[in-house]
């Protein structure tokens, strides 16, 4: 597979910087469905964390070690990518999931995530299908006292699937929830924001939009309430022009 190569702008020296090159394929397909399956394919093969530091990832005693979680059957036909921190354990190893997974019905962040979209976004339940998830890392990282803390060497492992998948899926608009996520893609291209202050505006980044929004989890909500969450994703509405 070829290596692919991403440079950014560093802030500092005003000078082009490699952001990685590492080898992880590239879909040359022209439509973006076949693209995303062909990325998909590649990333549930990942092994790069097992080869490079297997502690990094979260190992079951009975199932085993975390593997990648990725949506299922994404279209990503709106051009709007979702980005959160890391797989949750049910999601990991639920026998009955095995995908990424936004579960209205059991996930408190998920139903909220919905609500959002539908009644602040303006999107249909049919069109929630077709925004795009991901997390800033592929796999469950490792219970570190009793929390799956994203470290910054996992982060710069799954750097180029991150990269491939918003390329692949020549996404318009990236939302991050959360500071995680905000901070894995300032290791794609440089951007300064903080989530104090970018939250719920639109900032260029990487030639698209991003929008920075506090974690629409319980927690979340403690530092950012629904209130103000759904203020803050309204920018979402006017970029789409609804």
């Known amino acids: 597979m070829p290596t692919r190569r ?29 693209r995303l399956a062909t990325f998909q394919d590649a990333a549930k093969a990942c092994t790069r964390c097992e080869d490079h530091e297997p502690n990094l990832l979260h190992v079951d005693e009975q199932r085993g070690c975390a593997r990648p979680m990725l949506q299922r059957s994404p279209t990503g036909f709106l051009g709007i990518l979702v980005v959160g921190e890391a797989p949750n354990w049910d999601d990991t190893f639920d026998m009955n999931k095995g995908h990424l997974t936004y579960d209205a019905d059991t996930d408190p962040t998920g139903r909220f995530m919905r609500t959002l979209l539908i009644e602040e976004v303006g999107l249909s339940e049919h069109e929630i299908r077709d925004v795009l998830f991901a997390n800033a890392v592929l796999c469950l990282p490792a219970e570190d006292s ?5 470290t910054r060497r996992q982060l710069d492992l799954c750097r180029p699937w991150l990269v491939r998948f918003i390329e692949d899926a020549d996404v318009k608009v990236i939302v991050t929830m959360g500071a995680t996520p905000l ?8 951007h300064r924001l903080t989530l104090r202050t970018a939250v719920g505006k639109l900032h260029p980044w990487f030639g698209r939009q991003l929008l920075p929004l506090y974690h629409p989890g319980l927690l979340g909500r403690v530092t950012r309430n629904g209130d103000q969450q759904r203020q803050d994703i309204r920018a979402l509405r006017k970029f789409l022009g609804r």
């Open 6 to 34: 991403v440079t950014t702008k560093s802030a500092d020296t005003d000078r082009s910087t490699l952001a990685y090159d590492e080898t992880v394929g590239e879909s040359k397909a022209p439509n973006r469905v076949v």
């Open 146 to 150: 009793g929390k799956h803390r994203v």
């Open 183 to 190: 901070r894995a893609l300032n290791h794609v291209e440089r």
